[in-house]
C-alpha cells in the first residue's frame, strides 16, 4: 500500500531569494527510485486546500532524505517555503512516473544531454548522478533569465560539462538553450528536458537526432490519476495521458501540450 | 452503531467518496482496501467515452477549489466490462453516477448500468456545471428534472437518487417535484458555479472560464438546503458538500442527512473516507448519540 508521511524539515538554503531547497527525513525515501517523480506536499494553512505537486530534486536512501526546490509562485509555495528546520511536512509520494533510465539508449559510454530551463532544472539533477552512475557521459545544458536566477550551476558542473545560457545576456551564451544547441553541435544518444512549454516546442523543432523526454507540469488536484485534472491528448493516437499518473514525462510529441 | 439503511442500500456505515472524486476507485484501491467504505459513487458514466474540458480544470480557492473537468469518462462500454468488475473485488455496494446529453441518453445508461451485480443504486447527475448540453440544465427546472426522474425510474433495476444543484432560487420546490416522479432519494449538494481570474493575465483561470466550487467553503450552504429539504421531503438524503472529518457528517446527519459523501477532501488527504469511519464511533459517542440513525435530522426532529 503506498503512503503519506509527516517528514522532517532537516534543512533549508535559499539559492535565490525566490528559490528554496529543502532537505526532508523520513521512511518514504525508501520508495523513491525514480528521477523525475514529484511529491504532493500539504501546504500547512486550512485555506489552501489543495497540494502542491513539486518535483524531487535529489534522493539519499541511506541517510533517508530528499530534497526539493521551488520558486515562490503564489501562497501556497510561499506558505511552504516559511516552514524552519525541525517543521514537519505532509509528504505525499513518490507520485508519477518520472524519467525513463532502462531505455536502450542509456549505457555505459553513451551520452545523454540534459536541458533545464529556469526552476525546471532541479529535477534534473538526481537524473543526471544516475545516468553518471550507469557509465554515461553527461552534459548540461541549462538556461535563465538572468545571472541572478542561475542555480545550481556548481551541482552539476561537479556531474559533467555544463553550458549555461541566459536570455539577458549577463550569464553564459545570450539567448536560450535551444541557441547552445545549435552552435556547439552537441551529439548525444538520448536527449531529456524539464522547462517552460516554450522551450519543449523550441526543442521539437530542433529535430534532435536522438530520443527527446521531456517533463510536464499542469495545475493538479489529487495527484493521483483520479480526478483527471490534468489530462492531455495523445498526439498520434486516440485517448489521454494524466500528466500526474502516466507522467509527467513523456517523449516528446507523444502528447498535445 | 454505524449501519445504516436506504433504499438499495445496506450501508456497513454512512462514508462514501462522491463521484467525481474518486474516478472508479482504481487509483485508491492501491492506498487502502475499498470493502472499508459504505459504498462508493463512481465518475459519472455516458453513453460514450468524452474526453471533457480543455485545461487547466481546476483553480484553488479560498477554503475550496473549482473544477471543470466536463464528465471525462470512458464510456458505458467500458464502465461495464472493465470498471465496475474491477470493482466487484471489494465488498462494497456501488452507486453509479450516470449523465448525458438528452434524456435518451441517461436512460440508456440506466437501463444497462443498473443491471451491474455490484451497482446498487443510481445517482442521476442532473446538476454537472461544467458541460454544455445536459448536466445542469436537467437540474434546474422543476418539470425537466421531474419527466426525466420518472423516465428513469421506469428503466431502472435499482433504486434512483438524483443529484441536486444548489445553483437555483428554490432548491425544495424541485426536491418535492423529484421525490413526485418517484425518486428512491436525493444526493446533495453538486458543486457551486464559480469563477476565477487571474491578475496577471487577466483572464479566467479555468479554461472553461466558469467552474463548480467544492470544500469547506460551500459547507454552510449545503448544510442550510439539505436541512431545508429533509423536512419537505419523505425520501433520504445523501449529504455532501466540504466534509473534512467525523464532526462535518455528524452536522449533515443532523441537518437531516442519512448518509454522507466525501468529496474534495479525498484530494487533500487520500486515506480521509477510512480516517472520518474509524472516528465516527468516537465522535457520535462524544456528542451522545448512540448511532448513526439515533443523529439523522436531530436539528428540527
Redesign the interface.
Known amino acids: 500500500?503506498?503512503k503519506?508521511e509527516d517528514m522532517h524539515l532537516v534543512q533549508k538554503k535559499w539559492l535565490t531569494p525566490q528559490i528554496v531547497q529543502m532537505t526532508l527525513k523520513g521512511g518514504l525515501v525508501l520508495q523513491m527510485n525514480r528521477p523525475g517523480q514529484f511529491v504532493h506536499l500539504?501546504v500547512p494553512d486550512?485555506?489552501?486546500?489543495?497540494?502542491r505537486p513539486i518535483s524531487i530534486h535529489a534522493i539519499d536512501q541511506e541517510e533517508l532524505i530528499f530534497d526539493v526546490i521551488f520558486r515562490i509562485e503564489g501562497k501556497?509555495t510561499k506558505l511552504l517555503s516559511k516552514l524552519t528546520v525541525g517543521d514537519t511536512i505532509?509528504v505525499?509520494g513518490p507520485l508519477g512516473n518520472g524519467f525513463p533510465v532502462s531505455v536502450p539508449q542509456v549505457q555505459s559510454g553513451n551520452t545523454a544531454c540534459l536541458i533545464g530551463g529556469g526552476i525546471g532544472t532541479p529535477p534534473l539533477y538526481e537524473l543526471s548522478k544516475q545516468l553518471k552512475q550507469k557509465g554515461m557521459q553527461v552534459i548540461h545544458i541549462l538556461g535563465f533569465g538572468s545571472e541572478k536566477e542561475c542555480i545550481l550551476e556548481d551541482a552539476f558542473t561537479k556531474l559533467g560539462q555544463t553550458l549555461i545560457s541566459t536570455v539577458d545576456g549577463s550569464k553564459g551564451t545570450h539567448g536560450f538553450v535551444t541557441d547552445i544547441l545549435k552552435d556547439k553541435d552537441i551529439q548525444a544518444d538520448i536527449y531529456y528536458s524539464c522547462g517552460p512549454v516554450p522551450m519543449f516546442s523550441a526543442l521539437e523543432a530542433l529535430n534532435l537526432p536522438a530520443p527527446v523526454y521531456v517533463s510536464y507540469e499542469?495545475?493538479?488536484?489529487?495527484?493521483?490519476?483520479?480526478?483527471?485534472?490534468?489530462?492531455?491528448?495523445n498526439k498520434n493516437q486516440e485517448g489521454?495521458k494524466r500528466i500526474c499518473?502516466e507522467g509527467p514525462v513523456f517523449q516528446a510529441g507523444e502528447v498535445e501540450i | 452503531m454505524l449501519q445504516v439503511k436506504l433504499p438499495g442500500l445496506d450501508l456497513k456505515n454512512p462514508i462514501m467518496p462522491a463521484s467525481g472524486c474518486f474516478g472508479f476507485g482504481r487509483e485508491f484501491a492501491e492506498y487502502y482496501d475499498l470493502s472499508l467504505l459504505g459504498s462508493i459513487m463512481i465518475k459519472a458514466t455516458t453513453v460514450s467515452p468524452r474526453f471533457g474540458n480543455p485545461t487547466p480544470r481546476v483553480a484553488e480557492t479560498y477554503g475550496g477549489m473549482l473544477n471543470a473537468i466536463g464528465l471525462q469518462n470512458p464510456g458505458l462500454d467500458v464502465v461495464l466490462t472493465q470498471e465496475l468488475p474491477f470493482l466487484e473485488q471489494f465488498d462494497v455496494p456501488i452507486i453509479a453516477n450516470i449523465a448525458g446529453s438528452e434524456e435518451e441518453d441517461y436512460i440508456r445508461v440506466a437501463e444497462k448500468i443498473s443491471q451491474s451485480k455490484n451497482v446498487h443504486a443510481l445517482e442521476l447527475n442532473i446538476s454537472c456545471p461544467n458541460v454544455k448540453h445536459g448536466g445542469i440544465a436537467f437540474g434546474t427546472d422543476a418539470v425537466v428534472a421531474a419527466r426525466l426522474t420518472e423516465k428513469v425510474k421506469k428503466v431502472s433495476q435499482v433504486p434512483v437518487y438524483v443529484k441536486l444543484s444548489p445553483n437555483v432560487t428554490d432548491i425544495v420546490s424541485i426536491a418535492k417535484a423529484i421525490e413526485a416522479a418517484g425518486a428512491d432519494g436525493l444526493t446533495m449538494i453538486n458543486t457551486l458555479l464559480g469563477m476565477r481570474i487571474d491578475l496577471r493575465t487577466r483572464k479566467p483561470i479555468l479554461a472553461n472560464q466558469t467552474g463548480g466550487l467544492s470544500g469547506p467553503a460551500i459547507k454552510p450552504v449545503a448544510i442550510r438546503m439539505v436541512h431545508e429539504v429533509a423536512q419537505a421531503v419523505h425520501i433520504p438524503i445523501i449529504g455532501m458538500g466540504g466534509v473534512q472529518n467525523a464532526e462535518d457528517v455528524l452536522e449533515f446527519l443532523l441537518a437531516g442527512a442519512s448518509a454522507v459523501a466525501v468529496g474534495t477532501a479525498n484530494f487533500v488527504d487520500p486515506y480521509v473516507c477510512p480516517k472520518i469511519i474509524e472516528a465516527l464511533p468516537e465522535t457520535l459517542h462524544k456528542y451522545g448519540f448512540a448511532s448513526i440513525v439515533d443523529c439523522i435530522g436531530g436539528s428540527f426532529k
Request: charged letters at 25%; aromatic letters at 6%.
Open positions: 500500500m503506498k503519506v500539504r486550512g485555506s489552501t486546500l489543495l497540494r501556497g505532509h505525499m499542469e495545475r493538479m488536484a489529487c495527484g493521483m490519476g483520479a480526478c483527471y485534472a490534468c489530462v492531455c491528448k489521454y499518473k
